[in-house]
């Protein structure tokens, strides 16, 4: 909690306002000095990257369990790994969810590509003393995770991608910063009524709509810039091929067949053209209860030895 520790009766309004800013300014100067582990509050952490930027996470489930990185959808947080943390745990499965540049806490990267992710998590896992792990990515998260797979596959046991958006994917209309929470829940709303039936009991279930509203704003955290940053990502050549991924890791992808958000296309398409891709297609399932409804089932297939 960020407080300030001189009573109101010994300093002006104004002072204590002063006081305050110095105190958060000390603290922002000593966060970018640090090389560890920054622990701030509901179980966040920051690392400083070797480039000097800061990756936030949050870790949960079993902490002694499977490793198993999530990257959330677009826009997001790393907020989003409280909605797996039940099934984690009860898996014996340590979910770390990140948060991408320029959303949630983590530092924006200029000119940053989807494929210089899996060096950011390579660097938290050499950090966090985890040799090897799985990923997981869900619908624009579904990218990072196929990134990983090429790029630093000798690291992984597996990687999953959950209705996971294919080469160049259209995410819609850019985003602006949200006013507050309660336009966030007005936007889930309005737009679970474009949704399949399966996606709006997703999302009209109380508990689930004030998860997902959380997870969203927090991505704001910064401002538009890293959200409006990554939507021209999607549409843009990844840098490698689908193709070249290694045969030696074992790739996963579940995806509903009345998705709207992401077509079932290019989901066929993805499993497809990825060697040793093993893929679930549901008929009943839209974007969102894919993985609500099979979830249990997912991370025991991404933590399963290899």
Not at 64 to 72: L, N, Q, S, W
Request: proline share 7%.
């Amino acid at each position: 909690m960020n407080t300030c520790l001189f009573p109101e009766k010994f300093l002006s309004t104004r002072d204590v306002i002063i006081w305050c800013e110095l105190g958060f300014k000390v603290m922002n100067s000593f966060r970018r000095k640090i090389k560890g582990i920054i622990l701030l509050n509901d179980n966040v952490k920051t690392i400083r990257l070797e480039d000097g930027r800061h990756l936030s996470f949050a870790e949960f489930g079993e902490t002694a369990g499977k490793p198993i990185f999530h990257f959330h959808g677009y826009p997001g947080s790393r907020l989003e790994g409280k909605i797996t943390s039940p099934t984690a745990a009860k898996c014996g499965v340590r979910l770390i969810a990140v948060d991408r540049p320029g959303m949630g806490l983590s530092d924006f990267k200029p000119k940053r590509t989807i494929l210089d992710w899996p060096d950011d998590v390579a660097e938290l896992a050499d950090f966090l003393k985890i040799d090897r792990f799985a990923v997981e990515g869900t619908s624009g998260g579904g990218p990072y995770s196929v990134a990983c797979a090429y790029k630093i596959s000798d690291r992984l046991t597996s990687a999953g991608i959950l209705s996971g958006a294919g080469p160049h994917w259209d995410p819609g209309e850019p985003w602006s910063k949200p006013s507050d929470m309660k336009s966030v829940e007005g936007f889930w709303l309005q737009f679970s009524t474009h949704l399949p039936e399966p996606d709006r009991r997703v999302i009209l279930d109380p508990p689930m709509l004030k998860l997902l509203t959380e997870e969203m704003f927090e991505a704001f955290q910064q401002g538009a810039e890293g959200p409006a940053y990554e939507r021209e990502l999607y549409g843009k050549d990844w840098g490698f091929k689908l193709e070249d991924i290694s045969p030696n890791v074992n790739v996963y992808l579940w995806h509903g067949e009345l998705d709207v958000n992401v077509p079932i296309s290019m989901g066929r398409s993805m499993a497809k053209a990825i060697p040793n891709c093993k893929a679930e297609f549901y008929a009943e399932e839209g974007h969102y209860s894919t993985a609500l409804n099979h979830l249990e089932e997912i991370i025991r297939t991404l933590s399963s030895p290899r």
